[in-house]
């Protein structure tokens, strides 16, 4: 009995270099699966590459409905690569007993740092210095003076797995962290030293609101005109996340009337961003690539290859986001026929 692995095109380059470095595929060859890169890049996963895989680890296309039309033989296993799973539909793939996993456990120190990497960034303009520098205007210098970081009081929308690396992360900078999150249970959030209080409340006495939420139905424009205006005229909009979680065009009135100091967006309502955002001085923009590094390559690529491992011998994934295909027999049935055979 053989288990054939596909690893979406979009891993590669135009010469077929993996541009993401070393992702742990290795860990496969250990394990004795068979895997290829798939032959062709799309983006939504097609049925045709359903239907030849028992597993695919993937990262940018979808995965639609329209993905499992026609297919007899689906995956036991989507892992993808990455967090992020609104583009994922979970009920297709239940259906299809199709397990789907994500990678926290290799995002979530990548996306710390890089957030802090943002909030410095931005607290210390070191964009418009950058700039200065290029354009031989050291005179302005003082036009430009940056905001300390030690002692501010930090807010989340968001108290996760990555929320919560981050307010480690932030600690010998002696903060006050300030959250919403209606999942974080109480004695978790007095664990990481972070009072729990209503978004707006966290908006009114924040130096830097930080978006750290998935995208739902209930966080899309969470961040708008009504969040933002509550906010102190020196406080700074960190989102790392998901670009619709913040009302764009309120963000925009927002930065250009005051009611804010400034932005750090690594992500945008429609990418690639292409509105007055670009113009602003008071925003660093990032192309929804600040986490990535070799270190969230070889964490997010690794947690893949053990989800599919796994599932080959007959074993329930970590990290998996429709847990109601666990009850279902398209599932276990298959997961059961794989244990026993030993692969």
Not at 89 to 107: E, F, N, Q
Not at 169 to 178: D, G, I, K, Y
Not at 287 to 294: M, Q, V
Request: proline share 5%.
């Amino acid at each position: 009995m053989t288990f054939t692995v596909g690893i979406s095109r979009d891993f590669l380059d135009p010469s077929g270099k993996n541009v993401w470095g070393d992702i742990g595929l290795d860990g496969l060859d250990e394990a004795g699966l068979e895997w290829e890169y798939m032959a062709d890049s799309a983006e939504e996963l097609t049925p045709e590459q359903l239907e030849r895989y028992d597993a695919i680890l993937y990262a940018a296309p979808a995965v639609t409905a329209a993905s499992f039309e026609g297919v007899a033989n689906p995956p036991l296993i989507l892992a993808r690569f990455g967090v992020g799973f609104d583009a994922v539909d979970l009920a297709a793939c239940s259906r299809a007993g199709t397990v789907a996993t994500i990678t926290p456990d290799g995002a979530r120190g990548p996306v710390a740092t890089a957030t802090l990497s943002m909030l410095l960034s931005v607290f210390h303009n070191t964009v418009m210095k950058d700039r200065l520098v290029r354009e031989e205007s050291w005179d302005l210098r003082e036009s430009f003076m940056g905001t300390g970081l030690t002692g501010k009081t930090i807010g989340f929308l968001g108290v996760g797995n990555t929320g919560g690396e981050l307010i480690r992360l932030l600690q010998p900078f002696n903060v006050r962290c300030v959250g919403h999150d209606p999942f974080c249970p109480p004695e978790r959030a007095s664990e990481l030293g972070v009072e729990l209080m209503q978004l707006e409340d966290v908006a009114a006495g924040c130096d830097a609101l930080i978006v750290m939420a998935v995208l739902t139905e209930q966080t899309h424009h969470i961040i708008n005109a009504t969040i933002l205006e509550k906010m102190k005229p020196t406080a700074v909009v960190i989102n790392m996340a998901r670009g619709p979680i913040i009302n764009e065009q309120d963000l925009i009135h927002a930065l250009s009337q005051g009611v804010i100091a400034g932005a750090g967006l690594d992500v945008f309502e429609h990418e690639p961003v292409a509105n007055e955002l670009l113009g602003m001085e008071n925003v660093t923009l990032s192309p929804h690539c600040l986490s990535w590094t070799d270190e969230m390559s070889l964490g997010n690529g690794s947690s893949c290859v053990r989800a599919i491992v796994n599932v080959a011998a007959g074993r329930v994934p970590d990290f998996v986001i429709n847990r109601d295909v666990l009850e279902s027999s398209a599932f276990t049935d298959r997961l059961t026929l794989l244990a026993a055979s030993g692969l």
